[in-house]
């Protein structure tokens, strides 16, 4: 079975553009998550969708934003970007109730020049 | 407060050596926990979630304690390929909060 698959895995980008981000969960899953990794720290939480309702948001500009489609996949969408958006970001699906581990994509590699 | 702390490491141990981590976590309501590891430019990866009354798999024990908010991981006679980052995770209501990790490597 495919597990979450993410696209772009590479991104350049320069200061003041936007971003959208893919994820496709593992097929079953109705939660998706979003989280945004630097180097030498763990992943911090973005956004959370379940059945395409916005479940929770961590601490991050209103820049950021997601959606979840109808088929449980996501968009992550980053507007006027800055230097310290550099960073890993990664998706994770999971059933969706809290004792459920979440299992992560391969992540995008995004580079802000 | 972080949310959830752990041993900054980084650890070096030999081969065949058992190593402890450590973590606490600050909210109290916190229904669930993991470990993962995380492999160098890789993705998390899950490699046990954390009961109660504590549970082992293979080499591998992890232990909960709800009073003090405090989670640890035993890792028994150390392979080289458990070198990776240990992350702790508490999930307080679906979305996951981790630790920064804490870096293991395993020598010959």
């Known amino acids: 079975d495919a597990g979450v698959t993410q696209s772009p895995t590479h991104l350049i980008k320069t200061r003041g553009q936007h971003v959208t981000l893919r994820c496709s969960p593992i097929s079953g899953h109705k939660s998706v998550s979003w989280y945004q990794q630097v180097l030498g720290q763990g992943p911090q939480f973005i956004f959370q969708?379940?059945?395409?309702?916005?479940?929770g948001r961590g601490n991050f500009p209103d820049r950021f934003s997601a959606r979840q489609f109808p088929n449980y996949s996501s968009e992550l969408n980053v507007n006027a970007l800055l230097l310290g958006d550099s960073a890993l970001y990664l998706c994770?699906?999971?059933?969706?109730?809290?004792?459920?581990?979440?299992?992560f994509g391969d992540g995008t590699r995004l580079s802000i020049l | 407060r972080k949310e959830v702390e752990q041993d900054p490491g980084p650890f070096n141990v030999p081969e065949g050596a058992t190593v402890a981590f450590n973590c606490t976590y600050s909210n109290s309501a916190s229904q669930s926990f993991f470990w993962y590891r995380q492999d160098c430019r890789k993705e998390p990866k899950l490699l046990m979630s954390v009961y109660s009354s504590g549970n082992e798999d293979g080499r591998f024990t992890a232990q909960l304690n709800r009073a003090s908010q405090y989670i640890s991981l035993l890792i028994r006679d150390s392979k080289l390929s458990d070198s990776a980052t240990y992350l702790c995770v508490v999930n307080p209501s679906g979305d996951m909060r981790f630790g920064a990790g804490t870096r293991l490597t395993v020598k010959p």
């Open positions: 969708y379940y059945e395409k309702e916005e479940r």
């Open positions: 994770a699906s999971s059933l969706g109730t809290p004792d459920q581990p979440q299992h």
